[in-house]
């Protein structure tokens, strides 16, 4: 890993609370989880001042959904896409915003494409994740660019006291297998966890479309066979402690996936089963010092790959391979009022692909500045960033919230923040063709974003709601003549979310409601695929030995195409998991999801799974 500092390597940064709620997790104040994403540093949920959902380990098992887009899609403020089968590229969108507005962190280390800039998150293994936190709103402030919408956050499994093995094997609808097993621990401050996973899927025919059949024995443009899924990962962490609360560490993660789909058109001598290899790596090494009492400094240095490979045909493959270095040192410092955050931050992106980019490195210099406290009834967020970019030069960012507490059950809050998000390597400079063609004259997105919520908590019960108004100017958009990227005006993303959690007895009760209007403002046309309306509602027990729960969740109809005239429907899907203990160390688990069967579609052309089941058996020695 190299990495050149082209700015002076002193800067301050940034962080304060923001507020989390775990869907699945109870919503006692002594059990509210600790974030950190949405502050950078580590604060209880309950004092947050933004919206941001936690999922630990335990939720992950227990929901038992198959793949992290499926764990994201059951998430308020959150809607997904995918063009296919298992596997296949995948979108989120975050409060209405594109999937390059959002921002991937996995321990801390940026993760995506260069060339795209979403990142890829439909081959990141469950298996691998000890957490989740989605942090909902724009975050230039504390991360800079692709922050519009907001950040997802995985952080990979670790060691903890003791010796805590771990083994799963399950098998499902269509052929489906997976395997993981785990090995963790620690011994007084040397923590150690390695987890090694396998996941394979003959899948479904991914393109639905009945016009692509003359007659049973006739085909005209596709291969309407099964499109599967392999994907193979490998994901550790080592940590030791010195002194009394000084530490290194080092973590890694990476997986190596293959997903099979129908490429248009017929080939000499028949059909080509076209794929897509896809591999994504992070490494992260760090140290952590207790400088002085009250003062904690933290160095980081991280790399991640992030790399396609399509073979479409019997003609040669393409590839895009994006390499990202990142250093961070960041101080932590309690004054006698409030924290204060100080951070420095340099990335350097590459892209190294078989399309010839004008440029294909960019560096990026930031400094992160925050202050946080509460006094009182009074909380207080305060952060501010600047980043020096080698393509657009200088952008500060900042974001100002305020809470205020009622009385112990109701608090309310409100924030303004500003954000940008800087064009991606194939808005910029993909050659000239038919349909896309890059513009180096194009600027970055901005955005301004102003929310209020209140909260009102009391005993087993908790309801949320806030509005918030996301305005992004320059938004890069299609244009003419073929296909030229162009800034057009200006986009609107606002909205309500609604929330409510009960947990009575052995009983857990979550409901949530979103509204949505994301619309370009120039045309008065919603944006694709965001549905006005989604929602959930889920129910759940645990009794002894026996864990079992319902849920269902929906979205509204949207539209597959930006002229607003290719609509897709609504949905509503019913899933249900169990779990039965049927030994000290052995766990059955079971889901089953679209158990009615519904006929839906998330693109235009192609298939969802219908009715699938997936049983697993875990081993967890006490």
């Known amino acids: 890993m190299s990495i050149r500092l082209s700015a002076p390597a002193v800067a301050l940064a940034a962080a304060l609370p923001l507020p989390s709620v775990s869907v699945y997790a109870q919503h006692d104040a002594d059990l509210a989880p600790v974030v950190v994403t949405a502050t950078r540093q580590a604060q209880r949920a309950d004092d947050s001042l933004a919206s941001v959902e936690v999922l630990t380990r335990a939720d992950i098992e227990r929901a038992g959904q198959s793949s992290l887009i499926d764990v994201l899609r059951a998430l308020p403020g959150v809607q997904v896409s995918a063009n296919g089968g298992p596997g296949s590229n995948a979108t989120s969108y975050i409060r209405g915003a594109e999937s390059r507005h959002t921002l991937l962190l996995i321990d801390g280390v940026r993760v995506g494409s260069a060339s795209s800039g979403a990142p890829t998150l439909e081959t990141i293994p469950l298996a691998m994740i000890e957490r989740i936190e989605v942090l909902r709103g724009p975050a230039s402030a504390l991360y800079g660019s692709e922050a519009i919408g907001g950040v997802i956050q995985i952080f990979t499994r670790k060691g903890e006291e003791g010796f805590h093995p771990e083994l799963f094997v399950g098998y499902g609808t269509h052929n489906t297998f997976k395997g993981s097993a785990t090995l963790a621990g620690g011994v007084e401050r040397l923590r150690y966890s390695l987890t090694a996973g396998k996941e394979r899927t003959d899948g479904y025919n991914s393109k639905r479309d009945p016009r692509y059949w003359v007659s049973s024995s006739t085909r005209t443009s596709y291969w309407a066979d099964d499109d599967g899924l392999r994907n193979d990962m490998?994901?550790?962490?080592?940590?030791?402690g010195f002194r009394s609360r000084d530490e290194v560490g080092v973590s890694f993660a990476q997986s190596d996936a293959r997903n099979w789909y129908d490429a248009s058109g017929l080939i000499a001598g028949g059909y080509f089963d076209s794929y897509i290899d896809k591999k994504s790596s992070m490494t992260n090494v760090y140290m952590r010092n207790e400088v002085l009492e009250g003062w904690t400094s933290t160095l980081r240095l991280g790399q991640s790959?992030?790399?396609?490979?399509?073979?479409?045909s019997t003609a040669n493959p393409t590839y895009f391979n994006t390499l990202q270095d990142q250093f961070v040192w960041q101080h932590d410092l309690a004054l006698p009022v409030g924290t204060l955050l100080a951070a420095y931050e340099y990335v350097e992106s590459?892209?190294?692909?078989?399309t010839a980019y004008r440029?294909?490195?960019r560096r990026v210099n930031s400094a992160v500045l925050g202050w946080t406290a509460a006094i009182d009834a009074h909380h207080l967020q305060i952060n501010a960033r600047h980043d020096d970019n080698s393509q657009f030069g200088a952008k500060t960012t900042g974001l100002f919230a305020y809470g205020y507490d009622l009385n112990a059950q109701w608090r309310l809050r409100g924030s303004i923040a500003t954000a940008f998000n800087a064009p991606t390597f194939n808005q910029l400079y993909w050659p000239a063709s038919s349909s896309f063609t890059g513009n180096p004259d194009l600027k970055p997105e901005e955005?301004?974003?102003?929310?209020?919520?209140?909260r009102w908590s009391s005993g087993a019960q908790m309801v949320e709601?806030?509005?918030f108004d996301n305005k992004v100017k320059n938004l890069v958009s299609t244009g003419s003549p073929n296909g030229l990227q162009?800034?057009?005006?200006?986009a609107r993303l606002k909205g309500v979310e609604l929330a409510y959690f009960l947990n009575v007895?052995?009983?857990?009760?979550?409901?949530?409601?979103d509204f949505l209007s994301a619309k370009d403002e120039n045309s008065g046309r919603r944006l694709q695929r965001r549905a006005q309306r989604a929602g959930f509602l889920r129910l759940s027990h645990t009794l002894d030995s026996f864990d079992w729960g319902v849920e269902w969740s929906g979205a509204g109809r949207r539209y597959d195409n930006a002229a607003n005239t290719v609509e897709l429907h609504g949905y509503g899907l019913l899933s249900a998991f169990a779990h039965y203990r049927v030994a000290r160390d052995w766990r059955i688990e079971a889901r089953a999801d679209n158990i009615l069967d519904q006929d839906y579609e998330l693109a235009r052309g192609y298939r969802t799974p219908g009715t699938n089941v997936f049983v697993g058996v875990r081993y967890t020695p006490r």
């Not at 955005?447 to 209140?454: D, F």
């Not at 162009?486 to 200006?490: C, D, W």
């Not at 007895?505 to 409601?513: M, T």
């Open 305 to 312: 790959q992030d790399k396609t490979l399509n073979k479409a």
């Open 505 to 513: 007895g052995n009983f857990n009760l979550a409901a949530g409601a």
């Open 359 to 361: 440029q294909d490195s």
């Open 465 to 467: 709601a806030v509005y």
């Open 350 to 354: 590459k892209l190294d692909s078989t």
């Open 486 to 490: 162009v800034n057009i005006g200006e």
């Open 234 to 240: 490998l994901s550790g962490s080592l940590s030791l």
């Open 447 to 454: 955005a301004l974003n102003r929310e209020i919520g209140v």
